[in-house]
């Protein structure tokens, strides 16, 4: 029974995803070309020219990085202390020994 | 002597340097996706999302307090996926075939490591971040962000992740649905914010039909990569340490005999 219940459960998964992926091939030519053209990503390509259309136009962000390299700067200072903070972690989580753990081994 | 040293190097430094590496390499620009810029919404709406975001960020706010005094070492389960969150919802990937570029939202993954409650407050806080600092979503959609990525892709993902845990499904396989349901719910909820605040005097469905169209030869690929992603990761943590999981949904790992063996 249980063993049905995998194999059902995994088999809906399979489904979707070969939906997904003749839908994704399906509708390829769908993507709309907005301002940034191809490999835009879909927040210009769609939302922002749904709004557009609806007569919204996004504004300059508060703080505005998008200047020079400033964006690039921020994002990979961003970047690296989140790469750093997620890699500390993850050691500790995963990769180092509890001290319980470590006792049992060498005692 | 040395080659303790080594090690120690080694298990300290090697995977945070992989991690700011890879980052510095592979994600040299913003990532453009699910963010409702600042200034698409009309105040109103910015205003009824920000309310329905508040309610659950502030039950998630309490729920933290709670399991922290609870839940020993739960720090560092928060900051690991805190930081997975922000990462992940500002990484731009490609996808063939369609030509165009959009992320995945990390929510659901985060879900299934520390709840969805904390959950929307890890996406909320990677979110103000990406409004405040990198020209990303804004503050005025702060709240309708929250709402997509945070709040539905967390409780999207979880609860699909429980769902088929009840039926027995293997570990990657609750997981792989949890990324791909909470990714694909993200997206239809940006759609559905956009399509309530913008329809006019056209058809509310018409115009949300029209934008899950849009969004879908990108977002069904995506949904796909967030599934796998979200399946890897989980079913890693859960070989390596699965009292971390069982802490938060016992249910979902109770009927797993193999697990001290480390299989799924």
């Keep these: 029974m249980k063993s049905l219940s995998k194999i059902i459960a995994t088999g809906i998964v399979v489904v979707f995803v070969a939906l997904a992926v003749w839908g994704w091939l399906a509708l390829s030519g769908q993507v709309p070309e907005g301002a940034e053209g191809p490999w835009g990503g879909v927040d210009v390509n769609v939302i922002e020219k749904y709004a557009v259309d609806a007569g919204r136009e996004a504004r300059e962000p508060f703080i505005n990085t998008d200047q020079g390299d400033l964006l690039l700067f921020v994002f990979a200072l961003g970047g690296a202390v989140g790469g750093f903070v997620g890699g500390y972690y993850w050691r500790r989580l995963v990769t180092e020994k509890s001290g319980k753990e470590k006792s049992s081994q060498s005692g | ?264």
């Design chain 2, 1 to 264: 002597m040395i080659n303790k040293k080594t090690h120690w190097l080694k298990s300290h430094l090697t995977l945070p340097l992989i991690f700011a590496l890879g980052l510095f390499f592979l994600n040299p620009t913003p990532a453009y996706a699910m963010h409702i810029a600042e200034g698409i919404l009309p105040a109103s709406w910015a205003a009824i999302w920000y309310v329905i975001a508040a309610i659950f960020v502030g039950i998630g706010i309490f729920v933290i307090r709670k399991r922290i005094k609870e839940i020993r070492g739960l720090m560092p389960l928060l900051g690991i996926a805190g930081a997975l969150i922000f990462l992940v919802s500002v990484f731009p990937v490609p996808v063939p075939v369609s030509g165009s570029c959009s992320h995945p939202c990390g929510t659901p993954l985060g879900a299934i490591l520390v709840g969805p409650f904390i959950s929307t407050v890890l996406g909320a806080v990677a979110l103000l971040i990406q409004a405040l600092f990198l020209a990303h979503g804004g503050i005025s959609t702060w709240g309708a962000n929250i709402v997509s990525m945070a709040l539905v892709g967390s409780f999207v993902g979880f609860g699909a992740f429980i769902l088929f845990r009840r039926f027995n499904a293997p570990i990657f396989v609750a997981a792989f649905a949890a990324g791909l349901f909470g990714d694909w719910a993200t997206y239809a909820t940006t759609a559905f914010v956009l399509a309530s605040a913008l329809h006019g005097t056209g058809s509310l469905w018409g115009m949300f039909g029209a934008i899950c169209v849009a969004f879908a030869p990108t977002q069904l690929a995506l949904g796909i990569l967030e599934g796998l992603f979200t399946g890897g990761v989980v079913t890693l943590v859960y070989q390596r340490r699965p009292e971390l999981l069982s802490r938060i949904i016992p249910r979902a790992f109770k009927t797993m005999p193999s697990a001290e063996k480390g299989g799924s």
